[in-house]
């Protein structure tokens, strides 16, 4: 079994579709490891909606292009039709980002997915949730990842967010 993460991010009903979406997880992989949610602004986009964005890990033995099929039918599932523009609202974003330690292009999937290394909204949660485990290809913990990384013009704060009667995160940190 493997350790996988994956990214969660929605800016159109976010509280409705990350909850739905951690339902999904936990129903077909069963215990999962959950960031706390950040509320960021859109970088890129036209639309000034701001996104929630959370990382997960569970363990799965199934191969990258299995679970990256999950994911795109799960957001399909939920209104995201694979014709959708990149960089417009969405109702849910399913990123997979790291299957144990596999680098490469398995299944065509990435791996590592970039974002780790470049987006505050994917580096921050993935770094307060496995601070101790190394990037795949580069060997650095997330921890010191997210402590050398510039953050620019990024900007994300921690929200309340509340799921199965559990508190996620608080918005005081």
Known sequence: ???VTVSLGSNISPTR????????LTDTFGSLQISRVFESE????TDSRHFYNAVVAFHSDWTPGKLQAWGKQLETKHGRLPSTA???PRTLDIDLLTVGDTCGIIDSVSLPRSEITNSAFVLQPL???LPNERHPLCGTPYAALWEAFELGEQRLWPIKFT???HVISRSDG
């Not at 579709?17 to 999904?24: N, P, S």
């Open 1 to 3: 079994m493997n350790l």
């Open 17 to 24: 579709h990350i909850r739905c979406c951690l339902d999904a």
């Open 42 to 45: 859109p970088v890129g986009f």
């Open 86 to 88: 990149k960089l417009s």
């Open 127 to 129: 770094a307060e949730l």
């Open 163 to 165: 799921w199965r009667d």
